[in-house]
């Protein structure tokens, strides 16, 4: 049988092709190392969030010199932390930043506006990201996934910010008295958590004022911590300088402040 030179050449070309396109394929589904979800992951209970690692404390830590793990729940409607109720999550320019995020209840995405970064998010799967971030901008989290009647309001704000306005330290907690005993110490406990991985100080403020006296105190105490660990501090008034009635006080670390206001008695009546 005789076949035209014509006819072989695109038999072959048409048999180049098929390998081609089977070449592509191949390549494009093993050998880019692109992983599909699947149930050999590690799953995560979604009713027993705050017992996993990494989501019993949602947010933002440190984990290399540039380095960011951020974890995130998504619920009905919005997400913890990243929205309006929990704040915006705040990490600095030219970092790299691995998102963690699931779900508590339903299937949402987690999508940043502007960027490549859009995932599904799954209750039971914890679906990761990395992302690099250069310049101070504001990003919006939304969902792609109709999740419930108000899906149109599950927003929220990844905000990347100089270097110089971020820090990851947190006033935990101020344990004051609302009312003390003429001539007994009223005493503030203040616990501040660093989520840096290295060694850092910051300051914290104490500041008490008497309007009816005019007495006031300021007091300045540096904090150190080692990384990912917590410090505290007390604060003392001594309320013989203070006199009766109310003073109020504010702790301030960094750019978050608590506040309240003691009242200093003649006599603490007892509580029966
Ligand atoms: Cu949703």
């Known amino acids: 049988m005789q076949i035209h030179n014509y006819e072989k050449m695109w038999l072959v070309a048409a048999l180049v092709l098929i390998v081609a396109i089977i070449a592509t394929i191949t390549y494009g589904t093993v050998g880019l190392g692109i992983a ?14 705050e017992e996993e690692d990494g989501f019993d404390d949602p947010g933002v830590t440190q984990v290399g010199e540039n380095e960011y793990d951020v974890h995130v729940i998504a619920y009905q409607f919005g997400y913890d932390p990243g929205d309006e109720v929990n704040g915006e999550i705040q990490i600095p320019e030219d970092s790299e930043v691995n998102f963690y995020v699931t779900s508590r ?14 995932t599904m998010v799954v209750p ?3 679906a990761a990201i990395t992302a690099e971030f250069d310049e101070p901008e504001r990003y919006g989290i939304i969902c792609n996934e109709y999740c419930g009647p108000q899906h149109h309001d599950m927003e929220g ?5 100089p270097e110089e306005d971020f820090h990851l330290f947190t006033l935990e907690d101020v344990e004051a008295p609302d009312e003390v005993e003429l001539g007994d110490d009223a005493t503030f406990d203040v616990t501040v958590s660093s989520d840096h991985y290295d060694e850092r100080t910051t300051t914290a403020t104490f500041e ?8 006031e105190v300021e007091v300045e105490e540096e904090l150190t911590f080692d990384g990912h660990d917590t410090a505290e501090t007390t604060f003392t008034v001594d309320t013989d300088d203070f006199g009766t009635g109310d003073f109020d006080w504010t702790v301030t670390v960094e750019d978050e402040i608590e506040s309240g206001s003691v009242a200093v008695l003649e006599e603490l009546e007892e509580d029966e």
């Open 36 to 49: 599909m979800v699947d149930d050999t992951e590690d799953t995560v209970d979604p009713g027993a969030l």
């Open 124 to 126: 039971g799967e914890v």
């Open 157 to 161: 704000i990844v905000a990347v910010v």
């Open 105 to 118: 209840d339903v299937i949402h995405s987690f999508s940043l506006v502007g960027t490549n970064v859009n």
């Open 208 to 215: 008490a004022e008497n309007e009816t006296t005019g007495e």
